[in-house]
């Protein structure tokens, strides 16, 4: 496969993947509503406010993505600007599973929320951690090869 279909071909898929994001966040406030039912209409709504905040840095990785697509497009997969914004993932997954895991902490036990939401929180967390770990082993191995191209280059 050539490069730029490649790049297309991620594009896509990366478009198709944040219609379905948008879907599942579009859907957040019934399954709040069904899963809390026992709890206040005001606890609900800021626990909806929450979770559309965890849709930010999603999005902003998915955008990350579609940058690192065009720049295989370009032929500039193995640069350090690609490592930078996979780095960048790592860090916005950690952040965003940080994020939901404290507001579920905070909403346990500052509002009257149940030990389903730690649960929850708890389960987001560390598939944020995974995401990230995977990213910042995806960057460091780019970063490498980015070095190794710059030598290469160097040389010849």
Not at 100 to 118: K, P, Y
Request: aromatic share 14%; with cysteine; charged share 15%.
């Amino acid at each position: 496969m050539k490069q730029k279909t490649l790049s297309r071909w991620l594009i896509v898929i990366i478009a198709i993947t944040a219609v379905c994001i948008a879907t599942v966040y579009a859907l957040v406030p019934q399954w709040i509503t069904y899963f809390t039912k026992e709890v206040k209409d005001s606890d609900a709504s800021i626990w909806t406010v929450v979770i559309y905040i965890t849709a930010v840095p999603v999005f902003i990785a998915l955008y990350q993505g579609v940058r690192i697509a065009m720049n295989i497009g370009h032929d500039e997969s193995f640069t350090k600007n690609t490592a930078r914004r996979l780095g960048s993932v790592s860090y916005f997954a950690v952040a965003d599973g940080l994020f939901f895991f404290i507001a579920s902490l905070i909403f346990r036990f500052a509002a009257s929320g149940t030990n389903f939401a730690v649960a929850v929180g708890i389960v987001v967390f560390v598939i944020c951690i995974f995401v990230a770990v995977i990213f910042a082993a995806l960057s460091h191995w780019i970063y490498k090869a980015a070095e190794l191209k710059e030598e290469a280059d160097l040389t010849i």
